[in-house]
């Protein structure tokens, strides 16, 4: 029984599929195999899957009528024999001992459900600023406790770095159709459930930046559907119990995030906005405050908690610099959520 499957589904990826399966047969592992599942590919992908399988018997090709990501993953990790099983997509590239190190990793750290890597954005040339400022967040966060702080603000491990326990992901269900990022829905179920993150502190995955990749290209990936996936889960934790809810920030997302949370009847109880031009003002028939009247407006309430919606690059420090200073906990009192 290999240790190691990689999980890898294909959907009309000829064009880059050989470069992704010759840095997977480079690993260094000495026992995994590639499960590959062609969701209904219209391009040669599946007879390059299938040359390659006979030369490369690791490889095992399954095949399915074109029904999207989530049942190629599932169809896949049903198959997938090994206890741990390592997220693959077919345009990426991976470092040679990326499987080797993962594995060591879960081994030693048993309380451990998912280890992630340092990931490098590729071509270099085509690689954008969003995708690249994405990229340096997601780098900066290399311990769960990060990660968990993080959890509500994006997914803060990328999807093909990640090597996870089969059972652990069985156990909160696979994966998911909801409508929204089904690889962030799985981060969130596992952090539910307690599930502990880890993050190799280097760089073992190449993931590829390029017009058709699939989070630049489907409705599920949209900034709403990331949002209505924040705000279904923090109905599940950080707002349970929570007599007022107050957003940091009278913005664009601290509109489109109230929007959400006022369908769900969440005791929304004020704005909090630096901005002069809108302190005073109210944002959903709720006013709009200084930061400097906080903790009046907290003191009010027996169990309040703060959501920092302010997306603006740096703004998610200032912000956490001065709930700090206010001798508020992030994590239990304040939730970065943008």
Request: aromatic share 8%; proline share 6%.
């Amino acid at each position: 029984m290999p240790q190691v499957s990689v999980l890898m589904p294909c959907y009309n990826a000829a064009v880059t599929l050989e470069e992704t399966l010759e840095s997977l047969a480079a690993q260094t592992h000495p026992n995994f195999e590639i499960v590959a599942v062609d969701d209904g590919s219209s391009d040669a992908t599946l007879e390059k899957l299938h040359a390659w399988a006979e030369k490369d018997e690791r490889l095992r090709v399954l095949t399915i009528p074109h029904s999207g990501i989530i049942a190629a993953l599932n169809h896949g990790l049903a198959a997938c024999k090994g206890e741990y099983v390592a997220r693959m997509d077919a345009d990426d590239r991976v470092h040679p001992e990326r499987l080797l190190k993962q594995s060591i990793y879960l081994d030693s750290s048993p309380e451990t459900a998912l280890v992630s890597c340092l990931v490098e954005g590729f071509p270099k040339g085509e690689v954008r600023e969003g995708f690249r400022i994405y990229i340096q967040w997601l780098n900066s966060l290399v311990h769960d406790a990060d990660m968990r702080r993080e959890m509500f603000v994006e997914s803060p491990v990328a999807h093909p770095s990640v090597m996870f326990r089969r059972e652990a992901v069985q156990e909160v269900g696979g994966y998911q159709e909801h409508g929204w990022p089904e690889d962030y829905d799985l981060w969130l179920r596992l952090f539910m459930a307690g599930a502990r993150f880890g993050k190799m502190p280097e760089v073992l995955l190449e993931w590829r930046e390029y017009p058709e990749r699939l989070t630049r290209t489907h409705n599920r990936y949209s900034l709403e559907n990331f949002i209505r996936a924040k705000v279904h889960y923090m109905l599940k934790a950080p707002l349970v119990g929570r007599d007022a809810v107050i957003l940091w920030g009278a913005g664009m997302m601290g509109r489109r995030i109230s929007k959400h949370l006022l369908r769900h009847d969440v005791p929304l109880a004020a704005f909090i906005d630096i901005d002069p031009r809108k302190i005073g003002r109210t944002r959903r028939g709720l006013p709009i405050l200084p930061p400097e009247e906080l903790m009046d407006l907290w003191a009010r309430y027996e169990t309040p908690v703060v959501l920092a919606a302010v997306g603006a690059r740096g703004a998610r420090q200032l912000i956490r610099e001065r709930l700090t200073s206010f001798g508020l906990e992030e994590a239990l009192d304040w939730w970065g959520v943008a």
